[in-house]
C-alpha cells in the first residue's frame, strides 16, 4: 500500500489580536505583553490624516514592564507622511518580553489608525 507524501507549512503570518481599531490619531502609547517564545510583527494601517502629515508610530522594547524602552531598530518607526498608508514592522528574532507602541501626533489634526499584533513564523 502507497502511502501519499504531505507537506505541510507552517503559516507565515497569523493575525492574533487587534491592539486598536479605529484610533483617532493622538499621542498615546500601548504597552504589549510578548510570549517570547515566538516572533513577532506589528501592521499598521491609517486613513483620513490631516493637516500636517507627520505623525509617528514607533515599536520600543524592554524585558520590564514600565521602565528601560528603548526604541526597536531604525526600522521600527513608520511616520504617517500621507493620508493613507499602511506599514508592517517584523522583528528580527530577538526576544523581548514587552512591547510599547508609540503614537506621536506632532502636527497632524485628524486620521484614524489601525494596529494589530501578528505572530510569526519561527
Known amino acids: 500500500m502507497a502511502f501519499a507524501a504531505i507537506t505541510i507549512q507552517a503559516q507565515d503570518r497569523k493575525v492574533i489580536a487587534d491592539v486598536f481599531s479605529a484610533l483617532t490619531v493622538k499621542d498615546t502609547t500601548y504597552t504589549l505583553t510578548m510570549d517570547g517564545n515566538y516572533r513577532w ?3 499598521l494601517v ?7 502629515l507627520d505623525g509617528t ?10 521602565t528601560n524602552f528603548v526604541t526597536y531598530a531604525t526600522n521600527s518607526t513608520t511616520t504617517l507622511s ?3 498608508g499602511n506599514w508592517t514592522f517584523e522583528d528580527t528574532g530577538l526576544t523581548w518580553k514587552y512591547w510599547r507602541v508609540e503614537i ?3 502636527n497632524m489634526t485628524g486620521g484614524t489608525l489601525n494596529g ?4 510569526m513564523k519561527n
Open 41 to 43: 510583527g506589528f501592521q
Open 46 to 52: 491609517w486613513t483620513g490624516g490631516t493637516g500636517t
Open 57 to 66: 508610530v514607533t515599536i520600543q522594547v524592554s524585558n520590564y514592564p514600565t
Open 82 to 84: 500621507s493620508a493613507a
Open 104 to 106: 506621536v501626533d506632532n
Open 116 to 119: 494589530k499584533i501578528i505572530r
